[in-house]
């Protein structure tokens, strides 16, 4: 099973934050959060991850809580192409065991 | 995406006949992986390789093989295909230093 949860469907304006939150209540130490998106059909995109401190790139910031059990995407300005189903997944340490378990995702909405 | 194919990008097969589908990579990564997605389901693991020859069982390998003879290639086998498995097949690898997960476009498979 996934480790991870996150609300199934969202909705956002166009021009403001989305905001994607994802509960990891169960991550070990070791494990980082890891952010991917599939638009339509496509395979999914790499967008963000992090152990334990915040972390923004080009595409988006991400706020991982203090105790690590829960975290947040944040798109700050959305626009229409940014409709996609959005990934949380923890992804164990790099060793024999390394089955990378996917979710359902959270379509979000993007609305003009 | 750069650096990782699927073949044949679409085929459409009777019940009961042998299907392969390969992922090539030329990124030397030492993980692959084969998922399928369907409507209402997410992503869903297969099977996995975290190494020529070695691989392991994912979600839902029921009705699927796998083979790593070299790094670049892993081929999901589908021995009697069934209707149930018409899907998406994604392939993705990972082995770089930030363990991100690099997808292939996808496969669509449609068994009659």
């Known amino acids: 099973d996934a480790k991870t949860t996150q609300p199934t469907s969202m909705d956002c304006a166009e021009g403001r934050a989305a905001n994607l939150p994802c509960n990891h209540s169960t991550i070990s130490g070791n494990e980082y959060v890891y952010w991917y998106r599939q638009i339509h059909s496509q395979g999914p995109q790499y967008i963000i991850h992090?152990?334990?401190n915040n972390e923004t790139n080009e595409m988006a910031s991400l706020i991982i809580t203090e105790d690590r059990k829960s975290s947040t995407l944040i798109l700050p300005h959305a626009t229409l192409r940014d409709t996609a189903v959005y990934y949380c997944i923890v992804r164990p340490s790099r060793n024999r065991d390394d089955k990378i378990i996917f979710g359902k995702g959270t379509r979000l909405h993007i609305l003009p | 995406d750069a650096g990782i194919t699927q073949s044949p990008r679409h085929k459409v097969t009777e019940t009961g006949t042998p299907v392969t589908l390969r992922c090539h990579q030329t990124?030397?990564?030492?993980?692959m992986y084969w998922y399928r997605q369907d409507p209402g389901h997410g992503l869903r693991l297969i099977h996995y390789s975290y190494g020529v020859k070695d691989t392991d069982k994912g979600e839902v390998s029921d009705g699927y093989s796998v083979s790593r003879s070299k790094t670049e290639d892993f081929l999901l086998t589908l021995e009697s295909a069934t209707s149930s498995q018409t899907s998406v097949y994604f392939c993705?690898?990972?082995?770089?230093?930030?363990?991100?997960?690099?997808f292939g476009a996808g496969s669509r498979l449609t068994v009659l």
């Open positions: 992090g152990l334990k």
């Open positions: 993705a690898i990972s082995g770089s230093g930030a363990n991100v997960l690099t």
């Open positions: 990124e030397n990564h030492r993980y």
